[in-house]
């Protein structure tokens, strides 16, 4: 059957060409591990090597603390294109030598979703799979020691605390503190995936809204990172004088708790060697101190968080360099 005449001539202002792969013959090795990181706030450094989002910085600050360094740094790996939609993701050489837990899984994966050849020379990593991997690097795990790492069993129980006051208290703080996008940037952000609401991380509960706004709706306020391209966006959500001032005293009870409790120590509870606690308030105070100054000043007016927090942020930069 022939195309009819016009209709061929339509077709002809809209020539098919067909490019080759990019970089078919140029792709490189992959010699050393890479991590996919949300940007940092200013992009055009070549010193910036640290994640504005607090969920990658954390993972960032672990394997630098850990001891691993020679890191390359990928910023333009949007979270729709990592594993599960979420950064973090660790891109590493592959050891035929050395066996995970996942990699049987990962190889039948990458068989039922590729048509053609698979490359088997990397692995992509998500975050729950980052400690398994350095401590296959390392040849130690923190497991192997009695406390993990802590000084003693009270120093791991208390931990355990921190991790939850971090994660609830001023993780609402730092949610709540963020600029609301325009209304054109909140209808091009990509979906987030859901999660979990403010109520839920504050510990005890915020007050409940009183008087006419008891009668209206309420929303649920996402929380997915405080910071970086899939945060949600917070400019549709009501949230009442009474949350918000019940998240900002807690923060601030919060802050000053890790303050006294750091002190002049070197590492939190008094730890010989660096823990993940401190990976998880780096990040965190680091993206404190590159918000708003409602947050902000609560952490510059301690010193030794200050101090702390800029001597582990060179120990953590020093591990990275830009692809």
Sequence with gaps: MQVPGPLKTLFSYFPLYTHPPLNAKGNRALDCPTIWVHPPRTNNSPDAVLSSDVECLKWQAYLALRGVSNIQVRFDVDAQGAIDGRLPNLHVPFDASVTYSWSADNKDKKAQSSNGPIDDSTELLSAPHIVEWVDVKLAHSALDDPWEGYKDEGAKDESRAWVSLLEGNVHAALIISQPSP???????APPSPPSASLESILVPPPPPSTGFLSLLPSY???LFSPFGSTSSSPSNVRISSATKKAVFEK??????????????????????????LDALVFAYLHCI???????????????????????????????????
Excluded: C
Excluded at 255 to 262: C, N, R
């Design 251 to 276: 923060y601030v009870e919060a802050i000053t708790a890790l303050s006294e409790k750091l002190g002049t120590d070197k590492w939190f509870l008094g730890s010989g060697h660096p823990t993940p």
């Design 182 to 188: 325009s209304f054109l940037e909140s209808l091009l």
């Design 289 to 323: 101190l590159q918000s708003s100054e409602v947050i902000r000043k609560e952490v510059t007016r301690r010193v030794n968080l200050v101090a702390w927090e800029w001597r582990v942020r060179g120990m953590v930069k020093a591990a990275y360099k830009r692809t």
């Design 220 to 222: 649920s306020f996402t």
